[in-house]
């Protein structure tokens, strides 16, 4: 069968009439090419997005996502608009040359939706979390929420899918899964999005222990309330977190100075490229000092030489001091981590080729309190006047915002904008009991942690049922029942990588004269286990890095494209990339050019047809019916 003819246009449709009345195949093709078909379907599809937007209005986008566009349904209506697209192609057989703009962007389309398709079944969206100095990742988490369930005789882990967002289990309407190898099953009766942790100070009866508090922060202007429980003999408890904002210490004397803020930073220095060390300032904020690796020519040792910010200069003598404690000056601490008299980088790690300095390196690792800024911080601590308890807080400033006295129940002021403290509960021997609750408005909490899923296990044969507990995202459980322990874990589903990914390197380069960002800078190393294939990119904040890399595998989209995710302000040694893999790309980029360039060259041939077509003559009426003329046109 000829693709293009040119027959004309009245042999043309007998030639497809024809076809039609004789062949039951050209029926069927002519039925699927039918235009009610195309009308009712693009009426549903615009039914269902329209229905998808109301539901993603008033959920979110992952109910709209199960429901419409993820659903078999809408996959299969997807399916027959693309048959019904090539149909209509395959009914204008033979083509004409009038028809390529329209058989082009017919084919765009269905190369635009097999795309879609194709990148919904076999790609995938996630996310991994780096951090400096841990192993290379090699499994990337989805956004998609699963229940984990050892078997106990075989020690072997089943998932359920458990779309919480979707199905959530309610008191009045459990959800009840099997566990694997035993009659027992596992009943959710709850979840939350938002749990909290809640320590209580509670008495204790070892007459050895110290102290403790329940202190509560509360602010207006934050809406927020914390609770905290400090003990004075437990270093984990004695010291709390205010948000990383601040922080809260329960003390046995009052404090003779508010606590600084340390800042870190480590160099290494290379005696080949002085100018050029590999810096990484922790906190973000550089300190200014610069190190440089010269040989003593007397000693032929390699001397470690620091100039300050100030200008001030020192020299140590690297392998006397490997290990130790240096003074600089200025007033900052050096340690030296390690010392490479040939430097060499060896499955990732920094190693030594050979005694002979032949490439010296040295790891300084600085310390350093940040001048004119303090942390804020709240002391309290045991008065000596009865029931009563003193507290002193800090301001950045490194001034006392408030001090004083005060009781059980009673409020006082921080001084830190409207926020204030009170005393909730004093033991003098006590302990602290760990809660944990959905959040409630209004309540204090000590912490919040996330999501999780309420259950129990039961016996439905024996009738019984174990303790119900809290299955937090990320954290197995263990329920007992009957001598026998169930461990139960919800959380995120992931999926194993083809290759390991470690972080090397995370910078934020800030705007001159501020903090605010202007790029983010992860560099990252790909190792592939097959092949022994290392490499190693930087992903931007506009420019994802990519693995295995090169152009055909990114034309062909079995690329694998890491786009900074998000990052966190108070650590600079980790960050959480976006994994983006989508075989279906090329199909949505070269349909999405069939499209455009069928629409162009059917507006280019519609304007050609005008131009070409034949303009009638219009002659005046006395002309047009005088006898020459007729004698005129007769003869032609």
């Not at 929420?145 to 020690?155: I, K, Q, S, V, Y």
């Not at 202007?221 to 004075?232: F, G, P, S, V, W």
């Not at 589903?493 to 390197?505: A, M, V």
């Amino acid at each position: 069968m000829k693709f293009f003819s040119s027959l004309s246009d009245q042999a043309r449709e007998e030639l497809i009439a024809e076809r039609k009345r004789n062949s039951s195949l050209w029926k069927v093709i002519h039925g699927l090419a039918s235009l009610r078909l195309a009308v009712a379907l693009l009426l549903s599809l615009a039914a269902a997005c329209a229905a998808a937007t109301v539901i993603e209005s008033r959920f979110d986008s992952t109910v709209a996502q199960y429901y419409v566009y993820r659903s078999p349904w809408f996959l299969g209506w997807l399916v027959l608009l693309c048959i019904n697209l090539f149909a209509v192609t395959l009914t204008r057989l033979p083509w004409k040359r009038q028809h390529l703009g329209f058989v082009i962007t017919h084919y765009g389309i269905i190369l635009l939706l097999a795309g879609a398709m194709i990148g919904r079944l076999a790609g995938f969206e996630g996310f991994v979390h780096l951090r400096l100095g841990e192993p290379a990742e090699d499994r990337v988490t989805l956004n998609q929420t699963a229940l984990f369930l050892e078997n106990p005789l075989r020690n072997e882990v089943f998932r359920v899918s458990f779309p919480t967002e979707l199905w959530r289990p309610r008191p009045d309407h459990p959800r009840k899964i099997a566990i694997p190898g035993t009659d027992l099953r596992l009943v959710i009766d709850d979840f939350s999005s938002d749990l909290t942790l809640v320590e209580e100070i509670v008495p204790s009866s070892d007459s050895s222990a110290g102290p403790g508090i329940s202190l509560l922060l509360e602010s207006r202007m934050a809406r927020q309330k914390t609770l905290l429980a400090l003990l004075e003999k437990e270093p984990a408890h004695q010291v709390q977190d205010f948000f990383g904002l601040a922080k809260v210490l329960w003390l046995s004397e009052p404090p003779v100075s508010p606590p600084g803020r340390t800042l870190h930073e480590a160099q290494v220095v290379f005696a080949r490229s002085p100018e050029q060390p590999i810096t990484h300032a922790a906190d973000g904020i550089p300190s200014g000092y610069r190190f440089f690796l010269v040989p003593d020519e007397q000693s032929r040792q390699m001397l470690l030489v620091v100039i300050s910010p100030s200008g001030e200069k020192n020299a140590w003598e690297v392998t006397s001091y490997v290990g130790k404690v240096l003074d600089l000056p200025g007033g900052a601490q050096a340690y030296l981590t390690g010392y490479w008299p040939d430097f060499a980088m060896r499955e990732g790690k920094p190693t030594s080729l050979s005694d002979r300095p032949e490439n010296p390196a040295v790891l300084v690792e600085l310390r350093w309190r940040e001048a004119g800024r303090a942390s804020p911080s709240l002391f309290l601590w045991k008065s000596a006047d009865g029931d009563a308890i003193a507290y002193q807080a800090w301001n950045r400033r490194g001034e006392i915002s408030s001090q004083g006295q005060t009781t059980a129940g009673r409020k006082f002021s921080l001084g830190w904008a409207d926020w204030e403290a009170s005393v909730l509960r004093y033991e003098p021997h006590a302990s602290i009991q760990s809660v944990i609750r959905k959040q409630e408005p209004g309540k204090a909490v000590t912490m919040a942690i996330g999501p999780g899923v309420h259950g129990r296990v039961e016996d439905p044969k024996a009738k019984l049922q174990s303790v119900p507990l809290w299955i937090l995202s990320g954290v197995a459980q263990t329920f007992s029942l009957e001598g026998i322990s169930v461990r139960a874990a919800y959380g995120l589903e992931s999926r194993p990588l083809p290759f390991r990914i470690s972080l090397e390197r995370f910078r934020v380069p800030r705007e001159e004269g501020s903090d605010a960002p202007v790029d983010f800078q992860a560099t990252v190393r790909f190792e592939d286990p097959k092949t022994g294939a290392t490499r190693t990119e930087t992903a931007h904040m506009n420019s994802p890095a990519t693995f295995p890399g090169g152009f055909w595998r990114s034309a062909l989209g079995r690329n694998y494209k890491f786009s900074q995710a998000s990052w966190n302000p108070q650590d600079l040694r980790e960050t959480t990339l976006q994994v983006l893999y989508d075989p279906g790309w090329p199909c949505k980029w070269i349909g999405s050019l069939l499209i455009c360039m069928g629409i162009l060259l059917m507006f280019l041939q519609r304007g050609s047809r005008r131009s070409s077509a034949p303009v009638p003559t219009v002659l005046p009426p006395e002309e047009a019916f005088s006898p020459r003329r007729a004698d005129s046109t007769q003869a032609r």
